[in-house]
């Protein structure tokens, strides 16, 4: 038997739009399995929350603000109610529960006197979204949240607005009656996957990347060769491929071009899952798009190491961390250098040999970004193209890896665990780097 499942919360319908097995996970799921963040995902959830700061300073200063999941929810609801029958203009973090389940919502803006209210006053959703577009998922929320408003005080509204990220610092309104169709098969949909004892199964996807239940689903689906490990496959197309005895991406190999076609993949696709069948069989990787055989000939590999505690005191008045040494390889031997500091703070180390080649493979924006600054400092001439592995991986390496983290990565490939600091980072670098050239 799963876990009772959660009350339903605002971010179900966003999760059911992405994955249901995320949604699914959210209901019944073991919290203590979930995975943190990565860091590109804590950046952006930061830089969600600094908006969200500065939206209510200059738009709701005074405002109440009903205190966050740290306090108990009948504690958040009385408060949210009380504020609601005194007819504040604004409530920020009103939380609002039911029998259907519960929403915390950014901004509360009072419309009116509502006598069809029990609070005496009607109140409209705002959600702030770091997003610059609106998605289909926002609509969802505040259509969820609207209704239990509607649900707990008798209040009817229609209309919910957005802040979103971006230069635009426009307050977007919507009338969610034009939404009222895709949201109630979306919540009935919910519901019903609420109700299922087990969920419908992982699915190798972009998504998967900074989903909470990757340390879960991502070793589920090596387990069991699951189809969507050869690429461009939807869950729709595992589902009947499923219903054509295609039970793990073995069995693809019995389903003709002319099958495929028919299920509505043109030829760049299929030639695609059948390079990546002969990847997968090879344990080689699985690419979503195809690259030329020669990507990383005459690459080298770099990596920098930062002294964390040296680099809190001798940050650049820029903010960024300074490297102190440099690893890189062509080949079997690595070189390192010390990288040193003159009194105006600018890098000091050899790179001549680097600058010859036509390609440096680095992983991750921080290497990049700190070894373009230093190349600058030491070197005349053209900078050789910087090529960020980590990126390439993230966009186009169709494996179900467990984290981007370059240790993850590795023991993905060597089924090994392995350090990944100092010089053999640049190591565990050039090993991604040549696994991947191998499937090319
Ligand atoms: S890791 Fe992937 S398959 Fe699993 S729940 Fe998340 S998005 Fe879905």
Redesign the pocket.
């Known amino acids: 038997m799963p876990n009772k499942p959660i009350p339903t919360v605002g971010h179900h319908f966003s999760d059911i739009l992405?994955?249901?097995?995320?949604a699914?996970?959210h209901y019944h799921g073991d919290s203590r399995l979930k995975m943190k963040p990565p860091a590109r995902l804590r950046a952006m959830q930061v830089e969600g929350q600094h908006l969200e700061a500065q939206i209510y300073e200059t738009r709701y200063a005074g405002a109440v603000k009903i205190p966050g999941i740290g306090t108990k929810s009948n504690i958040r609801s009385d408060k949210t109610i009380d504020a609601m029958r005194k007819g504040e203009p604004a409530i920020l973090q009103g939380f609002v529960e039911t029998s259907l389940g519960n929403g915390t919502i950014d901004v509360m803006e009072r419309i009116g006197k509502d006598p069809g209210s029990t609070v005496g006053y009607s109140y409209r959703v705002g959600e702030i979204k770091r997003s610059e577009k609106l998605m289909t998922a926002h609509i969802m929320q505040v259509s969820w949240y609207t209704e239990l408003l509607e649900q707990a005080f008798g209040q009817k509204t229609r209309e919910a607005f957005f802040f979103l990220g971006g230069k635009d610092d426009q307050v977007h309104y919507e009338n969610l009656e034009n939404y009222r169709t895709d949201y109630q098969a979306t919540k009935k949909a919910l519901f019903e996957l609420r109700d299922k004892e087990e969920g419908p199964?992982?699915?190798?996807?972009p998504?998967?990347q900074t989903?909470?239940?990757?340390g879960?689903?991502?070793p589920q689906?090596l387990t069991e060769n699951h189809p969507s490990l050869l690429p461009d496959l939807t869950q729709n197309h595992v589902m009947v491929l499923k219903s054509m005895g295609v039970k793990q991406w073995q069995d693809l190999d019995t389903v003709s071009d002319g099958a495929l076609t028919d299920l509505g993949f043109n030829t760049f696709s299929i030639a695609l899952i059948r390079k990546g069948r002969e990847n997968l069989g090879n344990s080689y990787a699985v690419l979503r798009n195809n690259f030329r055989a020669e990507l990383f000939d005459d690459a080298a590999y770099v990596s920098l190491e930062f002294e964390e505690l040296r680099a809190r005191h001798r940050q650049e008045d820029d903010g960024h961390l300074r490297p102190i040494r440099i690893h890189w390889t062509d080949g079997e031997n690595i070189h390192s250098e010390e990288i040193r500091y003159d009194i105006q703070g600018n890098s000091q180390v050899d790179l001549m040999s680097l600058s010859r080649k036509s390609m440096l493979v680095l992983y991750g924006g921080a290497d990049l970004g700190a070894f373009a600054r230093i190349y600058r400092q030491n070197c005349q001439g053209i900078m050789p193209r910087l090529f960020d592995l980590l990126r390439f991986i993230e966009t186009h390496v169709h494996v179900p890896f467990v984290g981007l983290e370059l240790p993850y990565v590795l023991k993905h490939i060597t089924h090994k665990e392995e350090k990944t600091e100092g010089a053999q980072r640049v190591a565990a670098i050039r090993v991604t780097a040549e696994w991947i050239a191998r499937s090319l």
Do not use: E, N, T
């Open positions: 992405i994955c249901k097995q995320k699914w996970l199964g992982p699915h190798l996807m998504a998967c989903c909470d239940w990757r879960l689903c991502m689906l």
